[in-house]
C-alpha cells in the first residue's frame, strides 16, 4: 500500500517535472479507447493495476488524471500529455485510463467523454452501496478528512460542508449514475461488474474484462493481491446499517430494473 502511494506521487511529479516536453508532443500521443469510470472503493485500484501488467494495454501515465471532471478546462492537449507517445507503443489494443470519480459527475462527464472518445468502452465496477459507503468514511477518517462520527456521518442527509449533500451516500445511487453514460454510449460498449464477484473470482473477472477490451487472453499473474484495501473497522452501529439498507432499497430495485441480469445486493 505504501510502495503503492510512492509509485503514484513519483509518477506525478515526474510528469510535472517533464510536462513541457509532454504537452511539445501531445499531438503524437493517443486518446484513450478504454476508461474506469467507477466506483470509488469498488476494487478500481486492483483492476487497473492488473491491467497495467497486461502486455497490450497502453495507460496514463498516472491513475486517476481526472480530466472529464476537474481538469476539462485545460484542454484536450493536456490529457493527451499523460499518453505514451505514439512511436513507443506500437499496437497496443487497448489505451487505458481510470479516474474512478468520474461516475460521481456522470452526466457532465458522459457528454464530454463522448465528444472526445465515443467508441471508448467503460467499465464501471459496483459494490454493495452500504458497505461502499462505509468505507468510503473509514478511508477518509484514515486520511484526517473526516471527524465525525459514523453515526453524524452516515446517519446525515448532508455532507461535512451544511448544505451539500451527503456524498457517502449519493455515490451508491449507481442507476442514476450509469443511466447518464447509457444515454451516450450503447450498452455494449459498457461493462458493469459486480465488485463481490471481482475479488471472489478475479481469474474469470479478469478474463471477462480482457474479453470485453478485445485483448488477447492472458492469466493472471501469480502473487497478484488485491490493492488499496482498507484496514479493518471497528463494529458498525446497527443503526447505521439499517438505515443505510432502507436507504437503499429503491436505488437497487432502479439498478435491477435497469440491469436484469446483474443480481443486486439485498
Not at 103 to 110: C, D, E, G
Not at 235 to 244: C, E, I, R, Y
Request: contains cysteine.
Amino acid at each position: 500500500m505504501i510502495m503503492l502511494k510512492r509509485d503514484k506521487h513519483l509518477r506525478r511529479y515526474l510528469h510535472q517535472i517533464f510536462f513541457p516536453y509532454y504537452r511539445i508532443t501531445a499531438s503524437l500521443r493517443p486518446l484513450p479507447n478504454a476508461v474506469i469510470v467507477g466506483a470509488m472503493k469498488c476494487g478500481t485500484t486492483t483492476l487497473n493495476a492488473w491491467l497495467r501488467h497486461h502486455p497490450d494495454v497502453a495507460f496514463s501515465a498516472v491513475k486517476e488524471v481526472h480530466f472529464f471532471d476537474n481538469n476539462y478546462n485545460r484542454g484536450i492537449g493536456w490529457y493527451r500529455s499523460y499518453f505514451p507517445l505514439l512511436e513507443m507503443l506500437g499496437r497496443p489494443k487497448c489505451v487505458l485510463e481510470a479516474t474512478p470519480a468520474y461516475i460521481q459527475r456522470a452526466p457532465k462527464v458522459a457528454e464530454r467523454m463522448h465528444r472526445h472518445i465515443p467508441n471508448a468502452r467503460l467499465i464501471l465496477m459496483l459494490r454493495d452501496p452500504v458497505k461502499r459507503a462505509i468505507s468510503h468514511y473509514g478511508h477518509r477518517v484514515s486520511n484526517g478528512l473526516e471527524k465525525r462520527s459514523m453515526e453524524e456521518a452516515l446517519l446525515s442527509a448532508e455532507g461535512p460542508d451544511a448544505g451539500t449533500r451527503n456524498f457517502y451516500k449519493t455515490r451508491g445511487l449507481y442507476a442514476e449514475k450509469l443511466s447518464a453514460f447509457l444515454s451516450y454510449y450503447d450498452q455494449s460498449r459498457v461493462l458493469v461488474l459486480k465488485s463481490e464477484e471481482f475479488f471472489q473470482q478475479p481469474a474469470e473477472i479478469y478474463a471477462q474484462v480482457q474479453a470485453f477490451l478485445g485483448l488477447r487472453h492472458v492469466p493472471l499473474p501469480e502473487g497478484m493481491k488485491a490493492h488499496n484495501v482498507g484496514k479493518k473497522r471497528d463494529a458498525v452501529p446497527q443503526s447505521v446499517l439499517s438505515h443505510l439498507a432502507d436507504f437503499y432499497v429503491q436505488p437497487n430495485q432502479d439498478l435491477q430494473a435497469m440491469l436484469p441480469d446483474f443480481q443486486v445486493w439485498t
